[in-house]
T-cell receptor, first 115, second 108 residues
Framework: DTGVSQDPRHKITKRGQNVTFRCDPI?????LYWYRQTLGQGPEFLTY????????KSRLLSDRFSAERPKGSFSTLEIQRTEQGDSAMYLC?????????????FGSGTQLSVL | TQLLEQSPQFLSIQEGENLTVYCNSS?????LQWYRQEPGEGPVLLVT?????EVKKLKRLTFQFGDARKDSSLHITAAQPGDTGLYLC????????FGTGTRLQVFP
């Protein structure tokens, strides 16, 4: 068990460029979550998957954001036409099956800076 | 929409002092979790409280779930510099909603 890993750890991009982040969850975990966090604030929910199915996407999430989990293992989060307001830490978490009392295991995040 | 408000937002104290962090909501939660996050890392689960009125202890940390399951508190006794970090409460069923966070700084 190597934990949840995210790649890259840091990404600097220019406004208008597309970026893609990858998350590898704990291998036997069926649930995978994406959160966004700005400095000093709590993580904000973006979307989550049960295996390969995307079950919910935040209403606050722009159409420029898309996430996939094609084989129910790793996941990617793509942001198209980045804006300065997209600058944040993007966190991925996984859990065994989801539901009440389920423990989330977080990765170390991808810090995105949009110039 | 379920919201979790934490107070205070910032706390700066000397080693050895006691402190309490509060997590409040207008919604009822079936359970609440507390996480701690250090700079450059993801949050790490400290505890889950599931029963109204429940008290759980983790060394110098005491967690309480309100009787109505709308609020929770975290009390730290004799804080140490190693307690420094961002403390987050979280609740929800299908997905976790996180609180606004309390940033704690403990000075030696």
């Amino acid at each position: 068990d190597t934990g949840v890993s995210q790649d890259p750890r840091h990404k600097i991009t220019k406004r208008g460029q597309n970026v893609t982040f990858r998350c590898d969850p704990i291998s036997e975990h069926n649930r995978l979550y994406w959160y966004r966090q700005t400095l000093g604030q709590g993580p904000e929910f973006l979307t989550y998957f049960q295996n390969e199915a995307q079950l919910e996407k935040s209403r606050l999430l722009s159409d420029r954001f898309s996430a996939e989990r094609p084989k129910g293992s790793f996941s990617t989060l793509e942001i198209q036409r980045t804006e300065q307001g997209d600058s944040a830490m993007y966190l991925c978490a996984s859990s065994l099956n989801g539901g009440r009392n389920e423990k989330l295991f977080f990765g170390s995040g991808t810090q995105l800076s949009v110039l | 929409t379920q919201l979790l408000e934490q107070s205070p937002q910032f706390l700066s104290i000397q080693e050895g002092e006691n402190l309490t962090v509060y997590c409040n909501s207008s919604s009822v939660f079936s359970s609440l979790q507390w996480y701690r996050q250090e700079p450059g890392e993801g949050p790490v689960l400290l505890v889950t409280v599931v029963t109204g009125g429940e008290v759980k202890k983790l060394k110098r940390l005491t967690f309480q779930f309100g009787d109505a399951r709308k609020d929770s508190s975290l009390h730290i006794t004799a804080a140490q510099p190693g307690d420094t970090g961002l403390y987050l409460c979280a609740g929800g069923t299908d997905k976790l909603i996180f609180g606004t966070g309390t940033r704690l700084q403990v000075f030696p």
